[in-house]
T-cell receptor
Framework: AQSVSQHNHHVILSEAASLELGCNYS??????LFWYVQYPGQHLQLLLK??????LVKGIKGFEAEFIKSKFSFNLRKPSVQWSDTAEYFC???????????FGTGTRLAVRP | KAGVTQTPRYLIKTRGQQVTLSCSPI?????VSWYQQTPGQGLQFLFE???????NKGNFPGRFSGRQFSNSRSEMNVSTLELGDSALYLC??????????????FGPGTRLTVL
């Protein structure tokens, strides 16, 4: 069965530090990839998505992610985090458009001011 | 425009009871997906409905069921509740269910506690 792994469960950073959150998936075929974010007390919302083309995708709030097919990875990055980036981040994969979304278990990011 | 709404927001039930949760998608959205969110498992897909038909189903027991009405509102039902069913149940909607050209919007969730 398809699975998504987020190895960092909790990350604590100081403001202005760089961020990289790992995401690996197990499915070998073509996939669509997503990062979602859940800020404290808010709904889950889409950060960015990859379907095809340039493997480096840019999302909202200065986030970007790189799809590396050979490593089955879709890591999320931000050069300089802010206190407002404190949230839980979820990586998700779908095998084809319209298929079910499989989520990772999430990474809780705390940014110290 | 109004976002995805879920009712009730909080529920407390006891083991063996059943529960029905409701989700109203964004106006014009015809696809509704349900997820169970728990601290240890993250978000797990329950099922998706599109135009009143179940289009995808996750790996949950038959105690979990759902339906969608002609106005795209959806309900999910859990019968014979177990302690492990305590979770945040999230609903999400898209226009067509295809996420590459339709953003999926999530509701605030229903927090179910089973005692």
């Amino acid at each position: 069965a398809q699975s998504v792994s987020q190895h960092n469960h909790h990350v604590i950073l100081s403001e202005a530090a760089s961020l990289e959150l790992g995401c690996n998936y197990s499915y070998g075929g073509t996939v669509n990839l997503f990062w979602y974010v859940q800020y404290p007390g808010q709904h889950l919302q889409l950060l960015l998505k990859y379907f095809s083309g340039d493997p480096l995708v840019k999302g909202i709030k200065g986030f970007e992610a790189e799809f590396i097919k050979s490593k089955f990875s879709f890591n999320l990055r931000k050069p300089s985090v802010q206190w407002s980036d404190t949230a839980e981040y979820f990586c998700a994969v779908e095998k084809s458009s319209g298929d079910k979304l499989t989520f990772g278990t999430g990474t809780r990011l705390a940014v110290r001011p | 425009k109004a976002g995805v709404t879920q009712t009730p927001r909080y529920l407390i039930k006891t083991r063996g009871q059943q529960v029905t949760l409701s989700c109203s998608p964004i106006s014009g959205h015809r696809s509704v997906s349900w997820y169970q969110q728990t601290p240890g498992q993250g978000l797990q897909f329950l099922f998706e409905y599109f135009s009143e038909t179940q289009r995808n189903k996750g790996n949950f027991p038959g105690r979990f069921s759902g339906r969608q009405f002609s106005n795209s509102r959806s309900e999910m039902n859990v019968s014979t509740l177990e302690l492990g069913d305590s979770a945040l149940y999230l609903c999400a909607s898209t226009k067509t269910g295809r996420r590459w050209d339709n953003e999926q919007f999530f509701g605030p969730g229903t927090r179910l506690t089973v005692l």
